[in-house]
């Protein structure tokens, strides 16, 4: 038990590591199993959640994979009705609450943050395990509720058909995201307040790297958003089990309050899925084009912009409800204040590249890829912002495609550029660029092929959730069925390619890509336990590539 | 699979064109943006790519007018598609006076309508051409969606309250009538059928069969529930006289049990009747006493779209004597109706 590394982290001297340890890594420190579970590394803990999102990513996938089968054919043929509904539920529930949500904020937000503001770890490393341990409970609820017969509400839960009528596990489903949330309050909070009080020497906010901006906002976010999500889940409890009348008529209740506090949370809830890989994309594009960003401040205030914009457009889901023509309008003009902040950055990326040095490493292809998908799913957001065209869109295939290309093409075209980006950081080892590049390629053309057809199909009127369809829409589910194939394919590759890099990739150095930034410029690869051997001190805004020697001095 | 394939839904009413030319100008915007980003970010990686790894580019931290200009234009660009969405959103949500009522009821997995000559029908719904149509809709159990894609509209069932849409078809035939919120194992069968028909063919239709308008069963039920012996119409009334109430502005003494101040009034649009009906003492008509009692579970959704229908009906000294029953008022349409499947 004494090998442990409760006692010694974080705050023990630096200097008890001196050059004759070099080889001294946060991995090979300690190979113990218990001082990985017990660990208050942020670098480690970063890495447990890596495992567990890319096994609930998998999971996830998998489902996803079932529901395109059945949508081969007009028919039912594949699966039964209720399973069907089962699926998508839990395809939904699964990468939305227990892999984007804490994709990169968890996993990269963990690893990097403190790397990135000369940190030694976040501002509580007791509480960033806590979070871990929470999300793993509620993932365990979760997969409770699956395996005990699993929800059939659809990831909204809309009352009061799962409050009242639904005959499946959806109090158990509800627990595991109630307690899951408060991983993401926690880890919300944890940042906020690191990003505030742990700062290295001359390290003021308008030279904190981009990704840093994104990551306080959308933790600002989760932490002011995320406690209705879990008040909402509990009087969903409460009717259901108790049967106080909130949201069913029947009791007294209104079904439409419901949706006011569901996507109170759930709309910012895409913010905090998409707003890390915005930040992210910065700091890829400028690393690989040997550019500053063009346009620092306004790309921070449009992250901020982002955060409190996507509070104030929630009812944009619920156009077509009955709400007051008047509350659609305001909320029509608000949802359109999005898109602006949201425009401003894709115009920035192009102008960092104009001029630069751009070299195409993987990372910077998984760049491009978000580029071109979160364009498209940006601008696909416009038909429905414009309220006469969202009634006609509205719950169809327009709507599955619109967010797939934000929340896959988007969040985890960055999420992976991310991991890619880091990965010689995280494990000190290049993986092969031959089979990064191809696998970005072929995740973006496989991405294409399955998404695009569901816009036409959406204008076509298909309904979103249908188990069976009329047969003039099978062409396009062939194709998106297809492209769905390529895709996983595309998704597959990195789970053997990384791994295998792992143990027998080429050895990284400190700053294999030439970043700027503290977590390449003063660190090894892998980082040290204690991450820096001296306190950083920063002299310069980020992003200068002319003299990064000079820029970020230690002493 | 391939021949009943099309690229483009058909386009079946007034709005749907509306609708289409608001699509199609959003589409020529986000093509033109896509393409320019596109050929950007394609052009950029390709001029500037890495020839020197030692190389170091010029830094570029910004440039004021440029930020203007790529501010200020989506501006622009997004405020001429709210303005334009909201005049077709007008369009779509307000409708003509004149409008011919419909009422439909959702409940798991069928659609159940009716006309209000009596005539009633699941999954299918019959419109005449070229007249606007005004569907009232609820639910019995949990939210449904009634969408019709070749006319561009779609409009939540709630379970508890009334909402309604509008349309005026423009071309005879079949379209899809889907349900387009999840609502449940068979939510993909909850599919029916629009059938706009040419005038002369729905008068024909309305004449089939043989059953009692929706407003006389409607009266039926105003004796069989005893509705009749409070509320009299005549000065033996221990409620207050229901004849031309509809649509019409009444004042009330208490709403949710709360006095209110003397001349406060209330709009007695089918909402208000359902309302009243199941929970009586909600809003309560000004000097009546809250006497009645609630009819929750007595009466079902389409059967409250009847009584409505009836009140709808029902002019100065119609009310029907309590005991026997008369003979129907001229006002009253009495046509056959016809059940569909």
Known sequence: MATVSLESRPYEKVSDHDSSHESVNYLNHDHSILSWLLTLDHKRIGLLYLVTITLMFLLGGALAGAVRLELLTPKGDLLAADTYNKAFTAHGIIMLFFFLIPSIPAVMGNFVLPLMIGAKDVAFPRLNLLSYYLYFAGSVIALTALLLGGVDTGWTFYTPFSSTYSNSYVVVMAVGLFVVGFSSILTGLNFVVTVHRMRCPGLTWFRLPLFIWAIYATSVVQLLGTPVIAVTLGLLGVERTLGVGIFDPRLGGDPILFQHLFWFYSHPAVYIMILPSLGLISEVISTFSKKTVFGYHIIAFSSIAIAVFGFIVWAHHMFTTGISPYAAMVFSLLTFSVAIPSGIKVFSWLATMYGGSISFDTPMIYAFGFLGLFTIGGLTGLFLSTLGTDIHLHDTYFIVAHFHYIMVGGAIMGYMAGVHFWWPKITGRLYSEFWGKLSAGITFIGFNFTFFPQFILGYLGMPRRYYEYPDEFQVLNVFSTAGASILAIGYLMPMFYMPLSFFFGEKANSNPYGATTLDWTDTTSPPSPHNFEKTPVVTEEPYNFHGKEAAVVSH | ?341
Request: hydrophobic share 40%; aromatic share 10%; with cysteine.
């Open chain 2, 1 to 341: 699979m391939f021949e009943e394939f099309k690229w483009f839904p058909d386009q079946a009413s007034t709005v749907a064109p509306e609708v289409d030319m608001l699509t199609l100008f959003i589409v020529v915007v986000t093509v033109l943006i896509t393409i320019m980003v596109g050929v950007l970010t394609v052009g950029f990686a390709v001029a500037f790519r890495r020839k020197s790894e030692s190389y170091v580019p010029a830094p570029w931290f910004g440039c004021v007018p440029l930020e203007i200009f790529w501010t200020l234009i989506p501006v622009l660009i997004c405020l001429v598609m709210f303005s334009w969405g909201v005049k077709v959103y007008s369009s779509i949500v307000v409708p003509p006076a004149d409008a011919l009522d419909i009422y439909a009821v959702g409940r798991q997995w069928m659609w159940k309508i009716q006309h209000p000559e009596g005539q009633r029908e699941i999954n299918a719904l019959h419109v005449p051409i070229g007249r606007p149509v005004k569907v009232t809709l609820t639910s019995e159990d949990v939210i449904h969606c009634f969408s019709i894609p070749a006319f561009r509209v779609k409009q939540d069932v709630v379970p508890g309250r009334y909402t309604s849409m509008w349309f005026q078809a423009t071309k005879a035939g079949t379209y899809n009538l889907f349900c387009s919120e999840y609502c449940g194992t068979e939510h993909s069968r909850m599919i029916g059928k629009v059938i706009v028909m040419e005038e002369a063919d729905y008068q024909k239709w309305l004449s089939e069969g043989a059953e009692s308008g929706q407003a006389l069963q409607g009266r039926k039920l105003y004796t069989k529930l005893q509705c009749v012996t409070c509320h009299t119409g005549n000065a033996e009334a221990k409620a207050p006289n229901l004849e031309g109430i509809y649509r019409k502005h009444i004042p009330v003494s208490h709403i949710d049990g709360m006095k209110v101040k003397d001349g406060t009034k209330v709009f007695a649009d089918d909402a208000y009747i359902r309302e009243s009906i199941l929970y009586p003492n909600a809003k309560v008509a000004a000097g009546w006493e809250s006497i009645m009692p609630t009819y929750q579970g007595l009466v079902t959704e389409e059967e409250l779209l009847q009584v409505i229908a009836y009140f709808k009906s029902l002019h100065h000294g119609q009310t029907p004597p309590r005991t026997e029953e008369t003979p129907t008022p001229a006002t009253i349409q009495n046509n056959p109706t016809k059940e569909v499947k």
